[in-house]
Structure formats: C-alpha cells, structure tokens
C-alpha cells in the first residue's frame, strides 16, 4: 500500500461546478497538509496549507483534514477553466519544508469544460 | 522577491553520462529539497540541504549527489544515466524556523531531463 493515494482521474466538469479531489493516506504521523496545483509543464504551486485536522477556506478553496480518517479534502467553488491544472496533494510528519520532506500523491488531473 | 529559478529548462543526454542541474533560492530561504517527477506521477524526494550539509535523503541511489553553496543555491548531479532518469527535476526552497511551526516549500518551474 503506498503512503499517500490519489485518484489520478481524469476528472471533467463544467464550468461553475464545485470540485472535491481527496486523498487517502496510511501513515499516522503526518501532521501537514498540503495541496498543490500544477499546470502542464510547470512547477506546483502552493493553494493550500493545514495543520493538524480540520477546516481551512481561502477563497474558492477550501481544505478539509479528517487525521481520525486518514483522509484529506480540497473543495473548488464556482470551478473555472483556468482551473483546469493537476492537483497534488502533499503531506509531511514535520514542518513540511526544511524538517520533512514531503509525500505526494499521483495528482488528479482536472479539466474544467467552458 | 524573487521565486525560485532552475536551469537548463530542457536536457537531453544519453544513457551514462552524467548531468549537473542548477537551482536558485527564493530570496531569504536557505533550504532547498530537489524531487523527481516521472510523467504521470507525484514528485519524489530525492535529498534535501540545509547549511550546505544534506539534511535527508529520500531512496535514491548514491549516484544522485547534490551540493548547496554559501548563497543557498543548489546543484543536482547524475552519474551514469539510465533511462528510467527522465523525468521533471524539481528544486523547493524553504526557510527553515528552528523553533519549530510550519514552514512551506516553494518549487521552481523544473528541468525536464530525456536519456536516451
């Protein structure tokens, strides 16, 4: 079993539609959380950012950690074509950047349709 | 501020030879961690630096070694490539707080590596 699965899609929808991508994880000791967004051929970006479990909301976005589960959520509002993009989750034991290395998910390719 | 940056953009080399990437820091971090990222897939840890020492290493062979110099920027070297090296190299910097707290990796655009 790997560490982090993510369903790699694709995963198509029109414009306007909420999104949820989610991934499952088996490790207990990750306490971050991590969604990233990567368009074809570029590096990923940074959307969103959670400790520990919970809610977090940022714009469009919202993350949701559920650690008693071992499942992790990204919810996308009011989808738009610019959207469109594979979404990576991350997650880490430590402080996600120099006191852990992070673990990805496969990513789930996203295509929002105008 | 500038974000992170990585050269070349695009390498092609043949089956075992050997590559050296380039990564710049975002300005003010001084940790870097360099993935590797097959077509398809998540990115992978290869090793991260800290102070110039490595600071972690994901499970990748010694034949990947990498450097980080007194200004945080890094190199990733390849010796005796084999197919299965091409892939998208990503470099993340950091800042690393020592008391502890979150802190995030920020990526630089990649290299994409092709042996043939």
């Known amino acids: 079993q790997k560490e982090v699965e993510q369903d790699p899609g694709p995963l198509s929808v029109p414009e306007g539609a909420i999104v949820s991508l989610n991934c499952t994880y088996s490790n207990s000791a990750f306490q971050y959380f991590m969604w990233y967004r990567q368009y074809s051929r570029k590096g990923p970006e940074l959307l969103m950012y959670?400790?520990?479990?919970g809610n977090k909301e940022d714009g469009r976005f919202t993350a949701q950690v559920d650690k008693s589960s071992k499942y992790i959520s990204l919810f996308i509002r009011d989808s738009q074509p610019s959207d469109s993009a594979t979404y990576l989750c991350?997650?880490?034991?430590?402080?996600?950047?120099?006191?852990?290395?992070?673990?990805f998910g496969k990513g789930t390719k996203l295509s929002v349709k105008p | 501020e500038t974000g992170v940056t990585q050269s070349p953009t695009h390498l092609i080399k043949t089956r075992g030879q050997q590559v050296t990437l380039r990564c710049s820091s975002q300005?003010?971090?001084?940790?870097v961690s360099w993935y590797q990222q097959a077509l398809g897939q998540g990115p992978q840890f290869i090793f991260q630096y800290y102070r110039e020492e490595e600071n972690g290493r994901g499970n990748f062979p010694p034949r990947f070694s990498g450097l980080q110099f007194p200004n945080y920027s890094s190199e990733l070297n390849v010796n005796a490539l084999e197919l299965d090296d091409s892939a998208l190299y990503l470099c993340?910097?950091?800042?690393?707080?020592?008391?502890?707290?979150?802190?995030?990796?920020?990526f630089g655009p990649g290299t994409r590596l092709t042996v043939l």
């Open positions: 959670t400790y520990s479990s």
């Open positions: 991350a997650m880490s034991g430590r402080g996600g950047g120099s006191q852990g290395n992070l673990i």
């Open positions: 993340a910097s950091s800042l690393a707080k020592l008391a502890g707290g979150s802190d995030t990796q920020y």
């Open positions: 300005s003010g971090h001084n940790t």
